[in-house]
């Protein structure tokens, strides 16, 4: 009987275009009922504000919190696979700026592990957004 792949199976930040196919075939698994899969993409506005672009910024420990995040869900979470990739650099309007997936036997598994995943990345992650409006100004968010 072959080893099971590891349940956190694709953890990166990237400066090129995010591809959501990609990251359901890395949690593809014969054990997992449901796959879920959220997608984050730049928007046309923000408080109001006419959004032009932005530009993500990681600090240098980015990528190993990103790494502590997967791990902590895939302990909390009856999941077999979990994936999460953010893009840094510049982005336009419609870019994907994030996509992480959890797939598990049952779907309620992969909801509620997903839901955890993007929420706790987007809270601790040092991971901060640029963003440049129309008016021609502009606001960081997530800088501590």
């Known amino acids: 009987m072959s080893a099971q792949p590891s349940v956190v199976r694709l953890v990166e ?12 075939s890395t949690v593809a698994d014969r054990r997992a009922g449901g796959v879920d899969v959220f ?9 109001e504000h006419a959004v032009v672009g932005l530009e993500y910024t990681a600090h240098p420990t980015a990528l190993a919190r ?6 902590s869900v895939a302990q909390k979470y009856d999941v077999v696979a979990l994936a999460a990739v953010h893009r840094v650099g510049s982005l336009a309007i419609g870019d994907l700026a994030v996509v992480v997936a959890a797939a598990a036997v049952h779907r309620a598994e992969a909801f ?13 992650v ?16 997530g800088t501590p």
């Open 66 to 71: 990103l790494r502590q995040v997967a791990d």
């Open 39 to 47: 997608v984050g993409t730049v928007r046309d506005h923000d408080h």
């Open 112 to 124: 509620e592990a997903s839901r955890a995943l993007i929420d706790e990345l987007k809270q601790t």
């Open 126 to 141: 040092p991971i901060w957004k640029h963003q440049r409006f129309t008016d021609g100004t502009d606001e960081w968010v």
């Open 13 to 24: 930040l990237r400066e090129t275009s995010l591809d959501v196919a990609e990251v359901l």
